[in-house]
């Protein structure tokens, strides 16, 4: 195994994609992670968090549709949401830089 802090950094970073093509922030990641993991030191623990992130963020998003039908507050959660899909990566990008661990917050252990 080799060791390729710029790999995990551009895997963390990967997420933003969505910002510019409106959609592939699981879906870049996921590749990256697949194929990479068994040759990337650390990669199969930060891929792993990378997609258990984006598949909360995907389960947080389809609460907050039925919420803004009954009581608006669906839209400051989809607020909520994007600002902790932007900062998350972008923080996580540069502590991996650092050799230091990531976390994402709120995630749910879909893949463990």
Not at 12 to 41: D, M
Not at 69 to 94: K, Q, T
């Amino acid at each position: 195994m080799r060791e390729d802090k710029q790999l995990l950094v551009v895997t963390h970073l990967s997420q933003l994609i969505t910002l510019l093509t409106g959609f592939g922030s699981l879906l870049i990641p996921l590749v990256i992670w697949v194929t990479q993991k068994e040759s990337v030191l650390k990669m199969d623990n930060h891929g792993k968090q990378i997609i258990n992130f984006q598949l909360s963020l995907i389960a947080y998003a389809f609460i907050c549709v039925p919420l803004i039908l009954l009581f608006g507050l669906g839209i400051l959660g989809f607020v909520l949401l994007g600002l902790i899909a932007i900062a998350f990566p972008i923080i996580n990008a540069i502590k991996a830089s650092n050799g230091e661990e990531t976390s994402y917050p709120l995630s749910f252990n879909f893949i463990s």
